[in-house]
DNA sequence: AGTAAACTTGGACGATAGTTCAGGTAGTGT
DNA sequence: ACACTACCTGAACTATCGTCCAAGTTTACT
């Protein structure tokens, strides 16, 4: 019976996901106020009362997008990490688990977020401070830090929290910039936020 | 004749100024999402056409709005910086301006925008994010950055940019939380952002 | 006083929004 | 084959949106 359900709901989850990642794509290209639910169902090329079947409201509709979107991150951070840190192999360090090249990685990392990913960028930061407003929506956006905080390796609480800040502020800060910064502008100030103290 | 000029154009002046306070207690209250040229009249107790006379656009307003919001924060920035001078008389720092009496000032800051001015603090992140969507907007958003820099009196350019990077990153981190953080619960990792390397 | 400009405002227009619903289709279980 | 449920969708309803305009009022200057 599970197998013939899941086949079953498996036909709407897909149309689900696809009203979802429509929604994604508006957020990156026109901003939480460009979405409405002709303006999605135009996007991902379906009928616009599809999109009210499967999410009554507006809200239900952003809160699975944020909630996707978190998700989306955290497996692309893990992927991320588990690269790192099989590169370095077993590298000995004395401090904290980041070394000179972290830096490099890091400001790589915030360049492409700036540059070539700052739509999702901006959808990411736009649904974040959403969840600031719908208390619905804030577990969600705390799963972003948690899943952070969980997959790294802090020794250090304290400055564990004031490199995520950190990363936020450069991320925030560097989508108001008319040219993205490069990673050679940002190394630095990841250096020294990296830097223990 | 420039006198009667300016009180001629003082009336305009005090409606401009009185619809762009209602914007800016709109946005606090409901979000950027929440700004109509209705909402934002019935705010003001004016009529809804008063705010297409002085605003032609939605856009126009929200720029004035954001314009003017920086203006104030910048102003207070210079009051409180001024005021923590003077407090510390000519302490000697030996390295740069912030002792641990500065974390502590700043994190009841902090506490402050993420408690009692919750409301004010997401509107102007939310103004903030808007305006890496609308470059009309993009400088005034800078200025918000650019007054703080050319105040505060920063030995370390690198240092600095890290301190303001982690402020922005621990109010947007604050406003997702469900009880805002205290001011003592904020105080490690902002002295842990001043210490110096 | 008279004129021009700035200001104010009630009302209206077309466009678009969220949401609803009746009717149709496609799979599932018996 | 049959009923049942989930899924899908075209069309429509009402509300509200941005914007505009014509007519009235106030103010500044001659």
Redesign the interface.
Known sequence: MSVRTDGRKARGERRRQEIIAATLRVIERD???GVTHRTVAKEAGIPTASTTYHFATLDDLLIATLISCARDMATEVYWMIDRARSREGLRRSSELSSGPSAADEVSVLLAEALGPRRGRT?AE??L??L???R?AL?PA??RW?DVLTSMVRHDDE??F??F???????L??G????EPPTADELR??VE??L?P?
């Open positions: 901003g939480v106020a901006m930061y736009e974040y401070l969840a600031s407003r208390p804030r956006a705390r830090l304290v400055a929290r004031v995520l800040a950190g990363i936020d502020g450069l925030i800060q989508l108001i910039d008319d630095p100030v020294y936020l830097k103290r």
